[in-house]
């Protein structure tokens, strides 16, 4: 589960991670009244107003009137994700800018040209950046321990990074028995060249960084950027934190955090099934039991000539109500032209799989093509089950004939 940026550096204040003075506005009346009471009246006159999506590149994504999908022009530039506002009249800027933002359409390199619609922002103090960094926490899934990665790259796409220069890239592995150690945090300070009071106070940023992580059931906590300020300070400019789902029954009050508004409409809807549903831009659906199999699924579809429209797993328990929502579900995405049901039955019986889709193809018009490949346990009674059900499918053997399939309803 995804929280917002805000969101996230309320819960790393609580470990007492650096951050800046901030607040959440909702509507534009709220902007300029924060911006007043909690900064201007302070003698700030220098803050930041960030777009509050589940997306990145804010700073660099352009702000599109939703009207006339054309970029908001504010002040003969612009309007971007992210905006500094430096005057003495701060409230009034954050005001207009604000209205303007909101309810708006935000367009990044991670939404691509759909974009998506800013419902809050997050006002900021202002700070002096002496430079940026990268910093990071997650599970390295190759060596079964969590890793801190650092780079002196910050405020840039991390994974382009990684692509083009990995040797910017820091890594310090965390053995379980031990946790983290306070050499490692030196190692990366010294790598990252900082010395005196910012190596100081870079050691001590990266313990409470691990606390959170850890405590907080994170699969990934991220800072890009992490400043250091003219003050030698290190601060958490920026926060990105993501849960582990199956953590989350440790943590009741997270629930209260999740942003339905970020998320697809049918990811939701699968959510409330349990089902691994993953939104994509193809045009074949599918439908699979297990991770490895969909995956490979997904790459037999792009071979025959189709882009997968997701990812969808309906597990290992699959029953008929639940294979049933998942087609369901499925067959909701308008942007699916064929549809490819692919089992192999070891937990899950493959004639229960063929019950739940004759179920859901009874619930739901279907008129594009539907190839069913069943295997394992009980498929025979499964394809039984299919060809005896009045309704239309294709049938395969194997993963070569379904393929050979899908490239045949692709290319009428």
Same mark, same amino acid.
């Given at each position: 589960?995804?929280i917002?940026?805000y969101q996230a550096?309320?819960?790393?204040?609580?470990?007492?991670?650096?951050?800046?003075k901030?607040?959440?506005?909702?509507?534009?009346? %709220?902007?300029?009244?924060v911006?007043?009471?909690?900064?201007?009246?302070?003698?700030i006159?220098?803050?930041?107003?960030k777009?509050?999506?589940?997306?990145?590149?804010r700073g660099?994504?352009v702000?599109?009137d939703v009207?006339t999908?054309?970029?908001?022009?504010y002040?003969?530039k612009e309007?971007r994700?992210?905006?500094?506002?430096s005057?003495?009249?701060?409230?009034h800027?954050?005001?207009?800018?604000?209205?303007l933002?909101l #309810?708006?359409?935000?367009v990044?390199?991670?939404?691509?040209e759909?974009?998506?619609?800013?419902h809050?922002?997050?006002?900021?103090?202002?700070?002096k950046i002496?430079k940026?960094?990268?910093?990071?926490?997650t599970?390295?899934?190759?060596?079964?321990? #969590?890793?801190?990665m650092?780079?002196? %790259?910050?405020?840039?796409?991390?994974e382009?990074?990684?692509?083009?220069?990995?040797?910017?890239?820091?890594?310090?592995?965390?053995d379980p028995t031990v946790g983290?150690q306070?050499?490692?945090g030196?190692s !990366?300070?010294?790598?990252?060249g900082l010395?005196?009071?910012?190596? +100081?106070n870079?050691?001590?940023?990266?313990?409470?960084?691990?606390?959170?992580?850890?405590?907080?059931?994170?699969?990934?906590?991220e800072?890009?950027? !992490?400043?250091?300020?003219?003050d030698?300070?290190?601060?958490?400019l920026?926060a990105?934190?993501?849960?582990?789902?199956?953590a989350?029954y440790?943590?009741p009050d997270?629930?209260?955090?999740?942003?339905?508004?970020?998320?697809?409409p049918?990811?939701?809807?699968?959510?409330k099934?349990?089902?691994?549903? @993953?939104? !994509?831009?193809?045009?074949?659906?599918c439908?699979?039991?297990g991770?490895g199999l969909?995956? &490979?699924?997904?790459?037999? @579809?792009?071979?025959?000539?189709?882009?997968p429209?997701?990812f969808?797993?309906?597990?290992?328990g699959a029953?008929?109500?639940?294979?049933?929502?998942?087609f369901r579900i499925?067959?909701?995405?308008p942007?699916v +032209?064929a549809?490819?049901?692919?089992?192999?039955g070891?937990?899950?019986r493959?004639?229960k799989?063929a019950d739940?889709?004759?179920? &859901?193809? #009874?619930?739901?018009?279907? %008129?594009?093509p539907v190839i069913?490949?069943?295997d394992g346990?009980n498929?025979?009674?499964?394809?039984e089950?299919?060809?005896?059900?009045g309704? #239309?499918?294709k049938v395969?053997?194997?993963?070569?004939?379904?393929a050979?399939?899908?490239?045949?309803?692709l290319?009428?």
């Amino acid at each position: 589960m995804k929280i917002h940026e805000y969101q996230a550096k309320e819960l790393l204040s609580k470990f007492n991670i650096p951050t800046l003075k901030r607040a959440v506005a909702f509507t534009a009346d %709220e902007a300029g009244k924060v911006a007043y009471e909690k900064f201007q009246t302070n003698n700030i006159h220098t803050i930041v107003l960030k777009a509050q999506v589940h997306a990145g590149g804010r700073g660099k994504g352009v702000i599109y009137d939703v009207a006339t999908n054309k970029p908001i022009i504010y002040n003969g530039k612009e309007l971007r994700g992210v905006n500094i506002i430096s005057n003495n009249n701060i409230s009034h800027t954050a005001y207009e800018m604000s209205n303007l933002m909101l #309810n708006n359409k935000l367009v990044t390199i991670q939404t691509g040209e759909a974009g998506t619609i800013v419902h809050r922002l997050l006002i900021e103090e202002g700070c002096k950046i002496a430079k940026e960094f990268y910093l990071g926490i997650t599970l390295d899934r190759q060596t079964g321990k #969590n890793v801190v990665m650092a780079s002196t %790259e910050g405020g840039v796409e991390i994974e382009k990074v990684a692509a083009e220069t990995p040797e910017k890239i820091l890594k310090e592995y965390i053995d379980p028995t031990v946790g983290f150690q306070q050499y490692q945090g030196r190692s !990366l300070a010294f790598d990252l060249g900082l010395s005196g009071q910012s190596f +100081k106070n870079f050691v001590s940023f990266i313990p409470k960084l691990v606390q959170a992580y850890n405590e907080l059931d994170a699969n990934l906590v991220e800072i890009n950027p !992490l400043v250091l300020t003219a003050d030698e300070e290190i601060i958490a400019l920026d926060a990105k934190i993501t849960f582990d789902d199956n953590a989350l029954y440790r943590h009741p009050d997270f629930i209260e955090l999740r942003d339905l508004a970020e998320e697809s409409p049918l990811e939701v809807e699968a959510s409330k099934y349990d089902l691994n549903y @993953i939104k !994509l831009d193809g045009n074949v659906g599918c439908m699979v039991n297990g991770a490895g199999l969909a995956m &490979a699924t997904m790459d037999m @579809i792009q071979l025959a000539g189709g882009t997968p429209a997701n990812f969808l797993d309906v597990g290992g328990g699959a029953n008929v109500d639940r294979i049933a929502n998942a087609f369901r579900i499925m067959m909701s995405d308008p942007d699916v +032209k064929a549809v490819l049901i692919n089992i192999f039955g070891g937990i899950v019986r493959c004639d229960k799989v063929a019950d739940g889709i004759v179920k &859901a193809l #009874n619930e739901v018009k279907v %008129e594009i093509p539907v190839i069913v490949r069943l295997d394992g346990t009980n498929a025979k009674e499964g394809k039984e089950t299919l060809l005896h059900s009045g309704l #239309n499918f294709k049938v395969a053997t194997s993963f070569h004939e379904a393929a050979l399939k899908v490239t045949e309803v692709l290319t009428r």
